[in-house]
């Protein structure tokens, strides 16, 4: 069994905060999987289903984010299951904008709600960090991480939110590289293919000049001053 935790904070107020990405991206899950309606346990909200052959219970704390360990921890315990068994998925400063990165273990680096899952559950998990980028300034942080994301950022968070639910079965199999670059072709696009603007290559020994001239020699006048003066210069061909 795995256990996919989305983490955030409960209530309609924080719905679209970049805090709550995490939840976001449980819920892209929930609705692109068969799995079970939210109910209340383990002081969270929580679904049952499958991905592949695995089941999966999926869980939104419902502690807050700085609690988060609480009812993983809660859950974890209650179904006997180890790190290994465990998936995150969280907000991540250090990233840009849409880029996801997959590790397993690893520091905090600074998120509350990843402290006390090391806390309560060890640290030996798999995290899926999902940038929302930095504001660039330490003071602004706080009302960065809990500000709503901006309608511009729509461009890119619903193709990765897609693309996480539409793809999780990759890190469910342990294939993390693949998960990766899935999500992040959905969140750039397909490239242009470079073969369709190349310019066509020149005939072999011909400068572009020698293409551009008529095939078929010059006719040269047969009578007339000009004639008498080229025979004069090359000599009859007669």
């Not at 289903?49 to 921890?73: D, H, W, Y």
């Not at 397993?104 to 090391?118: E, L, P, Y």
């Not at 996480?164 to 397909?190: C, T, W, Y």
């Not at 006048?221 to 090359?234: I, R």
Request: charged fraction near 25%; charge should be positive.
């Amino acid at each position: 069994m795995l256990l996919i935790a989305g983490l955030g904070n409960p209530g309609p107020q924080y719905a679209n905060h970049r805090h709550n990405v995490g939840f976001m991206a449980a819920d892209a899950v929930h609705r692109r999987h068969s799995f079970s309606p939210w109910s209340k346990k383990f002081s969270a909200l929580v679904a049952e289903g499958r991905l592949g052959t695995e089941k999966v219970l999926l869980i939104k704390p419902q502690t807050f984010m700085n609690l988060s360990g609480q009812a993983v921890g809660e859950a974890m315990r209650f179904y006997k299951l180890s790190p290994a068994d465990l998936l995150v998925l969280y907000d991540e400063l250090d990233l840009a904008p849409g880029k996801v990165r997959v590790k397993t273990g690893g520091g905090s680096g600074g998120h509350n709600g990843i402290k006390s899952i090391d806390a309560h559950c060890g640290q030996d998990y798999r995290r899926v960090r999902i940038g929302i980028g930095h504001p660039g300034d330490k003071a602004r942080v706080t009302g960065y991480v809990l500000g709503d994301f901006a309608k511009t950022d729509n461009e890119w968070l619903d193709p990765l939110l897609e693309a996480l639910a539409e793809n999780i079965g990759m890190l469910v199999e342990g294939d993390q590289a693949g998960f990766m670059n899935r999500v992040s072709l959905a969140v750039k696009g397909k490239e242009p293919d470079g073969d369709a603007a190349a310019p066509k290559p020149t005939q072999k020994g011909q400068s572009h000049i020698r293409q551009a001239r008529p095939h078929a020699p010059a006719k040269l006048p047969d009578s007339g001053p000009m004639a008498a003066m080229l025979k004069k210069l090359f000599g009859s061909k007669e």
